[in-house]
């Protein structure tokens, strides 16, 4: 059965929501500074594939399964694009396109949980908050390690209870690029103090949402990939890609996931993904947007970011805000400002702290702007101050 409904049956009162609906859309991404969104993709050409009920049900690197309307080849090459940029053995890698980093991460201590399911999980506290609950699903115990006041966490707090729980195996979650600060913890690091201790029996997932995907590309090298240490890696698709879905990626060593491949015969394929439908779109675009750019082009959106962070922390300082940044990142900490100037960029604040991420999309002329109306708003500030007295 196919409907000729058109959005000309719709009444006119709700043509025009919808109207308004993608005005308000529009404006919001265009005042956008608190979130590390890239905003600065075209998937016109691409758009038709909308037309189809893609669905990559199942494993993608399993042929043969009976659900053929699907984009399991193109998941295949998206997956290796990272497995190379995250210098993983060619002949041992998996994984495949998530709803998103909190499902990525969940994959990673899923994965870890089974090879150690008598481990103890430690993360910082400024981990991610889906963390916590993924724990929490998974019923592993776990500790919280002090992070450091630049968001990475305490290498010496985390020795310390690591020592006292040596008789478990670790189960680290480490975080490269944190929320709030893009602070970077040390794969490496933490791998030694595993070695140090003697701790044989442990799995390292490194949560990289936004800065693992430009990783590969910082200078001086961070160590956060499977070469540093990392067992698995987590990345948001929708984050330094960008796309309109939502998405992530999950890589891991294949010998891993081997451990939890049970096959299923209702689909002909294997059931090693958290979800049983899983979306056939965001694999596209993001092989698309990967296709674009190339290894080079997210290079040079890194750099771009880079030079845009480097900028709008200066321009802070000269107008006497004390803003910082994490070596080499492009999110810029600074004060939380006032609640209109919250709203109007769309701030992500914690305590007094605010910050901007400054993604491919972002212009100098932006920053230029939201500097402005910081000044203005501490001028305004102090008017009403000498007004009340
Ligand atoms: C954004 C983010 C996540 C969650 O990613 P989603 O793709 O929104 O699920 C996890 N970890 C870190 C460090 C993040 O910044």
Known sequence: MTTTFTKKDLTIADQQRLQTLEQHIELARDYFLGYPVSKDFDFSEINHFLNFPINNIGD???QGSTYRVQTHELEREVIRFFAKLFRANPQDYWGYVTNGSSESNLYGLYLAREMYPKGMVYYSGSTHYSVRKNIHLLNIPSIVIRSQDNGEIDYEDFENTVRMNRHKPAIVLATFGTTMHEAKDDVTRLKGILKKLA?????????????????????????????????SISISG???????IPCGVIVTKKSNRDRIAKGISYIGSLDTTITGSRNGHSPLFLWYGLKKMGEEGLRARYLYSLDIARYCENKLKEAGITAWRNPEAITVVLPKTTESIKQKWQ???????????????VTRAQIDEFVEDIVNSEEEAEEEFEFEF
């Open 60 to 62: 993608p690197y399993e």
């Open 199 to 231: 701790i044989q029996d442990h799995y390292i997932h490194c949560d990289g949402a936004l800065a693992g995907t430009f990783g590969a590309f910082i200078e001086p090298r961070l160590p956060f990939d499977f070469k540093d240490g990392a067992d």
């Open 238 to 244: 929708h984050k330094f890609v960008g796309s309109p």
């Open 347 to 361: 701030l992500a604040t914690e305590g007094d702290m605010s910050h901007i991420i400054c993604m491919p999309n």
